[in-house]
């Protein structure tokens, strides 16, 4: 993408230059080099707006406003996923537009806005078929099935899991498995199967971690931590949350962040230690 990014400027395409910096931008956020993926949209949109180029320009908000979403700056990003919404609507592009509209079912769920989400990813997933676009169609149902799970309906979200994993495996994706295997995971946690969970958590891990993908693989090992808790394995819990801690500490993603001083303040809970419970809490 720096490649790219150079080579359309020297030769004065400015879209394509554009679109190469968005692409660097979308890399860095996906490995966790926040900060810098921050930079490169901020100065991506400021060159997509004085070139007026308006769907380069909603591309940027979009993909900022779901790094918001990763860092819990929740305002931020419904903002961003809003405005990104509308400029679609009025460009009059379906597919980009069913996006959005599930990227904000994304953020409703994230606030456990439940019934919200649940609307909106119902309508992307019906979207996505009528488009022909499987693999947003499968992310889709995968968060509706998350979004269901959420509201104890299992059987509804088990069908929607199983739908997303088999379009995961007919497009070989494995990044959309790991995701469908994260989610089992914490249906089984819920129902009290830590074995289960513990499995399921470290094959999300693997599949993320192949990919590159670290925020993903962040929340795949603060569930395998949960799971190691739930089964007694406390100090392999600790340490799983501890390293879980450090990793998302360096690049400030606060929900996992959270999730992890939640699971450290159980560990000491546990170990008796109320001090340190109390503080991590």
Not at 116 to 134: G, I, K, N, Y
Not at 158 to 173: N, P
Not at 174 to 183: H, I, K, M, Y
Request: include cysteine.
């Amino acid at each position: 993408y720096r490649e790219a990014a150079a080579l359309f400027s020297r030769a004065g395409d400015r879209e394509h230059s554009v679109m190469a910096d968005i692409g660097l931008a979308d890399a860095l956020s996906a490995t966790g080099d926040l900060d810098e993926a921050a930079r490169r949209y901020a100065r991506a949109r400021m060159r997509a707006v004085s070139h007026g180029l308006p769907v380069l320009e909603a591309m940027i908000d979009e993909s900022m406003a779901l790094l918001d979403l990763s860092c819990g700056r929740y305002r931020d990003a419904l903002g961003g996923l809003e405005r990104s919404r509308r400029c679609y609507e009025q460009l009059h592009m379906p597919q980009q537009l069913a996006i959005a509209e599930k990227q904000l079912g994304d953020a409703y769920l994230e606030l456990r806005l439940l019934p919200e989400a649940t609307a909106l990813l119902e309508e992307a997933v019906s979207r996505f078929d009528s488009l022909a676009m499987p693999d947003d169609q499968a992310w889709a149902m995968a968060q509706l099935g998350r979004a269901r799970a959420l509201q104890g309906h299992i059987d509804q979200a088990t069908t929607s899991l199983g739908q997303a994993a088999g379009l995961f495996a007919a497009q070989g994706s494995r990044v959309g498995e790991a995701a469908v295997a994260l989610v089992r995971a914490e249906l089984a946690l819920a129902n009290g199967d830590a074995l289960a969970a513990l499995a399921l958590a470290e094959s999300a891990c693997a599949g993320f971690g192949a990919a590159g993908h670290a925020h993903f693989r962040a929340s795949a090992d603060a569930q395998a931590a949960a799971a190691l808790l739930q089964a007694g394995r406390v100090d392999d819990a600790a340490a799983r949350f501890q390293a879980g801690l450090k990793s998302v500490q360096d690049a400030r993603l606060l929900p996992t962040q959270v999730r992890c001083l939640t699971g450290l303040g159980l560990v000491a809970q546990a170990k008796g230690q109320l001090r340190d419970a109390i503080r991590s809490f």
